[in-house]
Structures are given as C-alpha cells and as structure tokens.
C-alpha cells in the first residue's frame, strides 16, 4: 500500500489517498481517545479516487 497524498496531521481529522493494487481508496482517521476511528472507502480505479480525493478537499463532498 502506498500513501499517495494526505492532510495535515495537526487537524481532528486527518484524510489520506492509498493506493494498492492498481486500485485507490480514502482513509479518514478521527483523533480520538484512546485509540483513533479509523474508516475507509470502498476500492475505485486510482482515476476515479483521485476526481473523490480532490472533491473531498475542495469541500464538495464528505
């Protein structure tokens, strides 16, 4: 698995673009105690999850 971009650790929530296998996929991780939540999106064509990775980080998307 290779980390492809990321947001600022600093932040409650922190969101990372993965990819694996020809496929990507978006890793939230919300800051909690005592262990971080940790979701992630289900697999999508690394083309398509970068057009999700940027609506994401223009706020178009959740």
Known sequence: M???AWTCGCR???YELLQ??????IRKT???EPT???EETHRW???EAR???HA???GKMR
């Open 36 to 38: 971080p939540k940790v």
């Open 56 to 58: 994401l980080l223009l």
């Open 12 to 14: 409650a929530v922190v």
């Open 51 to 53: 057009r999700v990775w």
């Open 20 to 25: 694996s296998g020809g496929q990507a996929f």
């Open 30 to 32: 919300t800051q909690a």
């Open 2 to 4: 290779r980390v492809l």
């Open 45 to 47: 064509p690394i083309e």
